[in-house]
């Protein structure tokens, strides 16, 4: 079944302005963290931000923040300021604490930022 | 800080031939995990070690694949013998320990079965 859903297999955002890449999940499990990674066209993963299934506020690190939407089980990555260095793809993932500490991972959403 | 080194980087080999890939994880750092990444099957956990000892395997797709971790700060994955289907990315990441939730992966190994 898949945990972790991506249904932006592509985006584009002018340069300068904000962008959200969704991500939903599933899990029964009350304990659990979600984390965003990017991924540019050299290959290596990049991690970006992390959120708590407890935390009670939205994590922010720098231009990423992550919309963390409990009920809808939704994690959304937002990108302010976007920059021509963002373009890449963008993993969405989650840790579940019941099955080992399991990554599962969506199947990404490739960004294009537009000069 | 040095981040998770991966080598080799690329690596071309024909149908049968073993393959190593070679991980050293952040020091410090308890726990490693080996992914596989394809276009057809994304990001896939093979396997993960904490404090040296392998947690669960059941990701590796065949007898073929086979990783150990002989000490804290280095780790294999084996392939024999390789068979083309088993090109694609390999990568590795390290956390500080299973209770530590961030994964820093390592550049990849980009495998390729002729």
């Known amino acids: 079944a898949q945990k972790i859903t991506q249904t932006q297999p592509g985006m584009f955002v002018q340069e300068k302005e904000a962008v959200t890449l969704d991500c939903t999940y599933d899990?029964?499990?009350?304990?659990?963290?979600l984390f965003w990674y990017k991924q540019p066209s050299s290959g290596e993963m990049i991690f970006l931000i992390y959120?708590?299934?407890?935390?009670?506020q939205n994590a922010t690190e720098g231009r990423y923040s992550l919309n963390f939407q409990k009920a809808r089980k939704s994690a959304n990555l937002v990108i302010s300021a976007s920059q021509l260095g963002d373009s890449a793809m963008y993993f969405c993932?989650?840790?579940?604490?019941?099955?080992?500490?399991?990554?599962?991972f969506g199947t990404g959403t490739s960004l294009t930022v537009i000069p | 800080d040095a981040g998770v080194i991966q080598s080799p980087r690329h690596e071309v080999t024909e149908m049968g031939q073993e393959v190593t890939l070679r991980c050293k994880p952040i020091?410090?750092?308890?726990?490693l995990f080996w992914y596989r990444q394809t276009m057809m099957r994304g990001l896939e956990l093979l396997i993960y070690?904490?404090?040296?000892?392998?947690?669960?395997d059941s990701g590796m797709p065949e007898d073929r694949f086979s990783a150990k971790m002989p000490n804290a700060s280095f780790s294999t994955l084996k392939i024999q013998p390789s068979e083309p289907r088993d090109s694609a990315v390999y990568f590795c990441?390290?956390?500080?320990?299973?209770?530590?939730?961030?994964?820093?992966f390592g550049p990849g190994t980009r495998l390729t079965v002729l």
């Open positions: 990441a390290s956390s500080l320990d299973l209770s530590t939730d961030t994964q820093y």
């Open positions: 899990t029964s499990d009350p304990s659990y963290g």
């Open positions: 959120q708590g299934s407890y935390d009670q």
């Open positions: 993932a989650m840790r579940l604490s019941n099955t080992g500490n399991q990554f599962y």
């Open positions: 020091s410090g750092h308890n726990s």
């Open positions: 070690f904490n404090n040296n000892v392998p947690i669960d």
